[in-house]
């Protein structure tokens, strides 16, 4: 697994060997020398604050297309930790693909591409000219087709992927101090 450990002011802490190999394909690597590209740390801050001002502690959000993040805040007795769990995967059509799965309208399927390019559900009413309600009202019924208790687990299945849990992260995290 890929998985990169930040404490609260989004410094590495801990950085999987899986994570470590996925980001040695990026030209620029940080500062500090621990392995993670700033683009990939500032993707990583803008989502958990994004996530983190709807009220949620969760989020899996597609940083490419074809790289799943799996954003989760860990309380610990430091303090919050986050962790990024980075999967990638292969769709060539990860809309269709999820249309044909899980039966889905039309609708659902244009609210779900722009869900997947990170729009929050203003920006999807917005987009799609509903109100902020009805958008609402399909994030419930694409929970509801996928059985997901969360929107990130929603997001995870859809794509053909379990949500990450919280268990089996710990196995793969190295430390980089």
Same mark, same amino acid.
């Given at each position: ?38 683009? /990939?740390? #500032? ?13 949620? =502690? !969760?989020?899996? *959000? @597609? ?26 995967? /292969?769709? #060539? ?13 039309? =609708? !659902?399927?244009? *609210? @779900? ?9 203003a920006e999807i009413a917005k987009a799609l000219e509903l109100s902020e309600l ?11 087709k996928t059985g997901a208790r969360t929107q990130s687990g929603m997001i995870a =299945? ?20």
């Amino acid at each position: 697994m890929q998985v990169l450990v930040l404490d609260h002011e989004f410094r590495v802490e801990s950085l999987s060997e899986g994570a470590r190999r996925l980001f040695e394909r990026w030209p620029v690597l940080d500062a500090e020398g621990r392995g993670v590209p700033p683009n /990939v740390l #500032r993707f990583v801050r803008e989502r958990v604050a994004g996530y983190r001002a709807a009220g949620s =502690r !969760e989020a899996t *959000v @597609l940083m490419f297309p074809d790289l799943l993040v799996h954003l989760v805040d860990l309380e610990g007795p430091i303090g919050t930790k986050i962790v990024a769990a980075f999967t990638g995967f /292969v769709v #060539r059509d990860p809309i269709r693909q999820a249309s044909q799965n899980f039966n889905l309208t039309q =609708r !659902e399927g244009q *609210v @779900l591409a722009l869900l997947l390019r990170g729009l929050r559900a203003a920006e999807i009413a917005k987009a799609l000219e509903l109100s902020e309600l009805t958008v609402g009202d399909y994030f419930k019924r694409l929970r509801r087709k996928t059985g997901a208790r969360t929107q990130s687990g929603m997001i995870a =299945r859809l794509l053909g992927w379990e949500s990450i849990g919280r268990t089996g992260l710990a196995p793969d995290i190295e430390d980089t101090r």
